[in-house]
C-alpha cells in the first residue's frame, strides 16, 4: 500500500498503484508515480496516468511541478482537466512555465527567447540553433 499524495495546492488526491522511480538528491528530486484517475468519491475510472512530481527547486520552473500522462483520448483528457480545475488547478497560460522559469532565475533572457524560438522552429537549422541557445551555448 502507497501514499496518498496530493497534489501541492490542488485538493486532488491520487493513491499510486506503483512507484515507478523515486530520485533524491542535492541536484534532482523526482518521483513518477503509475496510478489510476478516479473520479473522487466514486469507483469510476477515467485512465490509468503516469503522474511526474518534481519538487522544486528541481523543476524546469523552480516551482513544485507536477505532469500526469495520460492515454489520447479528448475525453480523457477533458474529464481529468474538468477534475483538476474543480479541485482548484488552472490552465497555464501560454509561456507561463518559462516566464515562471526567467523569474525563478532558471533560464536568463537569452534562453526564455530561445524556448519560443524553438516552439516556432520551422527547419532543422533553426531547431539547432535555438536549442544551443536554449542550453546557453
Known amino acids: 500500500m502507497y501514499t496518498k499524495y496530493q497534489f501541492f495546492s490542488v485538493n486532488l488526491e491520487i493513491t499510486p498503484s506503483s512507484v515507478l522511480l523515486q530520485l533524491s538528491t542535492p541536484y534532482s528530486s523526482l518521483l513518477i508515480l503509475h496510478s489510476s484517475f478516479l473520479i473522487p468519491h466514486s469507483s ?72 519560443a524560438d524553438l516552439i516556432n522552429a520551422q527547419s532543422a537549422a533553426a531547431h539547432t540553433i535555438a536549442l544551443n541557445q536554449m542550453r546557453g551555448n
Open 44 to 115: 469510476f475510472l477515467i485512465d490509468e496516468v503516469i503522474v511526474a512530481i518534481f519538487r522544486a527547486p528541481h523543476s524546469f520552473t523552480g516551482e513544485n511541478t507536477v505532469e500526469i500522462s495520460c492515454h489520447g483520448s479528448i475525453y480523457i483528457q477533458q474529464e481529468i482537466l474538468r477534475l483538476l480545475i474543480a479541485a482548484g488547478a488552472r490552465m497555464a497560460g501560454p509561456g507561463e512555465f518559462t516566464q515562471r522559469a526567467f523569474l525563478n532565475g532558471r533560464l536568463d533572457l537569452s534562453q526564455a527567447e530561445a524556448v
